[in-house]
């Protein structure tokens, strides 16, 4: 069995840290969330497909205008020419769909 890094067992040691103190701190709020959270998966389940959807097409339309035709060239370009543009373009969209997914999922 493959031991679990080190940073992935402090990640989940704070996630369990930070439930137990919120747990601690308002036991009512943390129950009507942990009530609200079936609800709130389900809007990512449906909502979030939607939004991988539309960000490829922004993504792919984009890339075709500024005259990229795959992946491929996107690379070249971002690595071997040192051009940070396609790199800013793909982290510029998941934020923008970050975004748009806080404002579709109300709990």
């Known amino acids: 069995m493959k031991k679990i890094p080190s940073f992935v067992g402090w990640l989940i040691l704070a996630l369990v840290i930070g439930q137990g103190l919120s747990f601690l701190a308002s036991p009512e709020a943390w129950q009507a969330f942990f009530g609200a959270l079936p609800r709130i998966l389900s809007m990512i389940a449906f909502w979030g497909p939607v939004i991988a959807f539309i960000s490829s ?44 997914l806080m404002l579709v999922i109300k709990p």
């Open 57 to 100: 097409l922004i993504v792919w339309g984009v890339l075709r205008l500024m005259g990229f035709e795959s992946l491929e060239a996107i690379r070249v370009e971002s690595v071997e020419q040192n051009n940070p543009a396609p790199a800013i373009l793909f982290v510029g969209t998941l934020i923008a769909s970050i975004l748009f």
